[in-house]
C-alpha cells in the first residue's frame, strides 16, 4: 500500500448540497492532485496543490475548491451539488519535482 | 489540451497467452507516460512508466513501448494469469509543466480466462 489514507469511503448528498473531501498524502510528499473519476472512465484532473497554493486546474467549476494544509493533508470542497458530480474522487500525492503520482483508496459520493 | 484515446476498451485472453493494449496522444510536448492498473473497488496502482526519451521498457511480465513520431505507446503483457484481470488505464503529462497533470485514457477491461 501507498500510504494516501482518503475520508470518508462513501458518501450520499443530495443535488444543491455542499460536500468535503479529505486526503492525507504519503509521508514526504507535498504535492497532492484530485482527480474525478465517473463510473466506467478514466481519471480526470481537477487541480493540483503545492506549498498551500493550487498550482494547476482542469477543466471543472468553481465550486470544486480545494486546500491543502501546512502538514500536506488536503481537502476538495464541492459546492452546489449536481447529479452529473456522483463519482468516485481520488487523490494522489507525489514528491516535488518527481513524475509519479501514487492514489488513495478513493471517495466514492452519490448524489441523489 | 491533452487527449489520450485508449483501445480495446476491453481484451480477453486465455491464461499464458499474452495481452497488448494501446494508446495515443495529442500533445507532442507530454514527455511522462504511466500505465495504472485498478483491481475492482481499489486504487490505481502504477505498473509501468516511460519517459520520452526511452523507446521501451520492461519489468518482469510487463513491457511497455513507445514511438513518439506516431505519438502512440503501448502496453505488452506475457504470460498472462487470472490476477492480471483488472482495468489498465494510460496517461501522458507534460513533466515540464508546474502542474504535472495526468491526463487518462478511457480503461481497457482485461479479463484472463483460466
Known amino acids: 500500500e501507498t500510504g494516501v489514507t482518503q475520508s470518508p469511503t462513501h458518501l450520499i448528498k443530495t443535488r444543491g448540497q455542499q460536500v468535503t473531501l479529505r486526503c492525507s498524502s504519503q509521508?514526504?510528499?507535498?504535492?497532492v492532485s484530485w482527480y474525478q473519476q465517473a463510473l466506467g472512465q478514466g481519471p480526470q484532473f481537477i487541480f493540483q496543490y503545492y506549498r498551500e497554493e493550487e498550482n494547476g486546474r482542469g477543466n471543472f467549476p468553481p465550486r470544486f475548491s480545494g486546500l491543502q494544509f501546512p502538514n500536506y493533508s488536503s481537502e476538495l470542497n464541492v459546492n452546489a451539488l449536481e447529479l452529473d458530480d456522483s463519482a468516485l474522487y481520488l487523490c494522489a500525492s507525489s514528491l516535488v519535482g518527481g513524475d509519479t503520482q501514487y492514489f488513495g483508496p478513493g471517495t466514492r459520493l452519490t448524489v441523489l | 489540451g491533452e487527449n489520450v484515446e485508449q483501445h480495446p476498451s476491453t481484451l480477453s485472453v486465455q491464461e499464458g497467452d499474452s495481452a497488448v493494449i494501446k494508446c495515443t496522444y495529442s500533445d507532442s510536448a507530454s514527455n511522462y507516460f504511466p500505465w495504472y492498473k485498478q483491481e475492482l473497488g481499489k486504487r490505481p496502482q502504477l505498473i509501468i512508466d516511460?519517459?520520452?526519451?526511452?523507446g521501451e521498457k520492461k519489468d518482469q511480465r510487463i513491457a511497455v513501448t513507445l514511438n513518439k513520431t506516431a505519438k502512440h505507446f503501448s502496453l505488452h503483457i506475457t504470460e498472462t494469469q487470472p490476477e492480471d484481470s483488472a482495468v489498465y488505464f494510460c496517461?501522458?503529462?507534460?513533466?515540464?509543466?508546474?502542474?504535472?497533470?495526468?491526463?487518462f485514457g478511457s480503461g481497457t477491461q482485461l479479463t484472463v480466462l483460466p
Open positions: 516511460i519517459r520520452s526519451n526511452v
Open positions: 509521508s514526504g510528499h507535498n504535492t
Open positions: 496517461a501522458a503529462s507534460d513533466t515540464r509543466r508546474s502542474a504535472r497533470q495526468l491526463t
